[in-house]
Each structure stands twice: as C-alpha cells, then as structure tokens.
C-alpha cells in the first residue's frame, strides 16, 4: 500500500523574503496531516518549504522544475516514485504574472495570452495527464486545482488570467468524471489572499492601507490568509471529503455572492 504521498506544484515560500504563499502553506499543511510532500516550483524557495516542513517533523523534498515541461514533470515523478513510492495527492498551485498579461483582450499580445494558458492552464493539464498514472497505480487519490474566483467574476483587464481560471474549474470537472472513483478531483476558488509575492515594494504602511482598502469589498471586513486557504486544500485531501468532487470551491469570505453599495 503507498503512503499519503502529496505533489504541490507551485509549492515554494515568497521570493522575496520566504514569505506566506498558498502553496507553501498547503503543503505545510498536508505534511502536519501526514503527507509525504513533493514541493515543484521553478523557485529555489521551494527548499524553503521542505526545510520548515522538515523543522516541524515531516518528510519532504524540493524539485526545481517548470510545470510547462513534459520532460521535467516525468522526472519528477519517477523522483516521486522512487523517494516516496508512489502519488495519492496532486495540487496544482502555480500561476503567472508576466507584465504584459494585465491588459483587455484588444490590447494584449498573442504572445502573453499564450504564455499564460502555456502555464495557468496547460502546466495544470499536464500535472495531471502524467500524474494520473501514478495516482492510479498507488490506487487513486485526490486532485485539487487552485483556481479563483475571477473564474466567474472579470477584474478589468485580467483577462487571460480569468479565461486560465474558467478553463481551471472545466478541467476538474472533467477530470472528476473520468477519474472518479479512483480520484477525486475539486477546485477551491479564492478571492484575494495575502501573499508574500503581491507585496512588491510596498512599505509596511502601505500593505495595511492596500489590505484595507480590498477589504472593503468583503462581508468578512478582512483580507484571506494562506492558512485559510490550506486548511481547504487539508480538508479536501482528506477522507472527510470522501463524498465530493468535481465541485468549485469558493473561498472569498462571502465576496462574490455580496453587493457592498450602500443606500
Ligand atoms: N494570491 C491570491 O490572491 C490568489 C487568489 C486566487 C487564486 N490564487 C491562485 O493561487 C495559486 C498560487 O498563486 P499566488 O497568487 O498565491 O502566487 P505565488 O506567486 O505565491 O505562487 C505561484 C507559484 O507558482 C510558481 N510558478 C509559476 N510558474 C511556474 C512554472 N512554469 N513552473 C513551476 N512553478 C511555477 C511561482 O514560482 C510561484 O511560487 C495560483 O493558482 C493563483 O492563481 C491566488
């Protein structure tokens, strides 16, 4: 029998500092939970993540890798094989921020659409089609995407990212009704969390006054923290979930289904 053995692409801690990222929470977590934990990112910090999963008393390794690669994805999981055994947890947390994507559909160029699905989507499809596998032979698992809720809701001129993130939410219902009941597969759907990476040169001040200012726009009166965010990803990986799939779930502290305008 293979061990709780889980792979998170897009896994590494802040560039900046080692700081909170989604990924590296998630896979914090899943190793508190029991998980041996595979981190992938092409971001050295990725070691960072494994070092304080390893401080806390669990077991991981680092891959530095680029989701995009078919090559480098089958390296790492024959690694994941070899190190671990086998697979029975895939989460798919990487994402792209290039300058150039932050445009309307007339204004931006062919090229960062492509380079956006390339990884937003197409690293996402490939995780998964070489993963499969490997999940299948360690008698199946579970999926969870990271998708958001500009799925289903525009921020102006994002739009690759919102198209990325729609076709996100259709390959996991796809990959929940072929894969099921070996796998399941669910998408969790943030709204804003606070990330390390998003801080740019922002001084402490001004990162309190831009938190309270996106705050505004949620029922919760507070920005999303990564734990929040992994404890979801926990919970999905478990078998308290046992009977969902295929689901989009929205974690956005009642943004999306709320009108803040005041009378
Ligand atoms: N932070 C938010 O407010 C928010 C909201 C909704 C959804 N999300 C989603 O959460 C996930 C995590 O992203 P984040 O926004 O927290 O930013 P992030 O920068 O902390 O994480 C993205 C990670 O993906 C890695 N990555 C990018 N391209 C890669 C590639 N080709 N190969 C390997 N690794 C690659 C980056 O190095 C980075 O570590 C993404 O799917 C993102 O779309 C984030």
Not at 58 to 65: L, N, S, T, W
Not at 192 to 203: H, L, P, Q, T
Request: aromatic letters at 8%; proline letters at 3%.
């Amino acid at each position: 029998m293979t061990n709780k053995v889980a792979l998170l692409a897009g896994g590494a801690m802040g560039y900046k500092n080692g700081g909170p990222s989604i990924g590296g929470a998630s896979a914090i977590r899943l190793a508190k939970d029991g998980f041996k934990v595979v981190v992938v990112d092409e971001l050295e910090t990725g070691q960072k993540t494994v070092d304080i999963i390893k401080n806390n008393g669990g077991d991981g390794i680092f891959m530095k890798a680029d989701v995009t690669s078919t090559e480098a994805i089958q390296t790492v999981l024959a690694e994941t094989k070899s190190e671990f055994g086998g697979l029975t947890c895939l989460v798919n947390c990487v994402a792209r921020y290039g300058p150039g994507m932050f445009k309307n559909v007339a204004e931006i160029s062919e090229e960062e659409w492509n380079k956006t699905l390339n990884v937003n989507l197409n690293g996402y499809f490939k995780m998964a089609k070489y993963a499969i596998p490997l999940m299948l032979e360690s008698n199946g698992g579970t999926i969870i995407n990271i998708s958001s809720i500009e799925s289903f809701v525009a921020i102006p001129n994002f739009s690759v990212y919102s198209v990325s993130k729609a076709a996100v939410d259709a390959l996991t219902r796809t990959l929940a009704v072929d894969f099921a009941p070996k796998i399941r597969t669910n998408a969790i759907l943030p709204g804003f969390v606070k990330i390390a990476n998003s801080e740019n040169d922002r001084s402490p001040e001004e990162l309190q006054k831009w938190y309270e200012s996106i705050a505004k726009q949620y029922p919760m009166q507070r920005v999303c923290e990564v734990d929040e965010i992994a404890n979801v990803v926990s919970f999905l990986a478990g078998d308290e979930s046992s009977y969902i799939n295929g689901q989009s779930i929205v974690v956005d502290g009642g943004r999306s289904i709320a009108d803040l305008h005041e009378f």
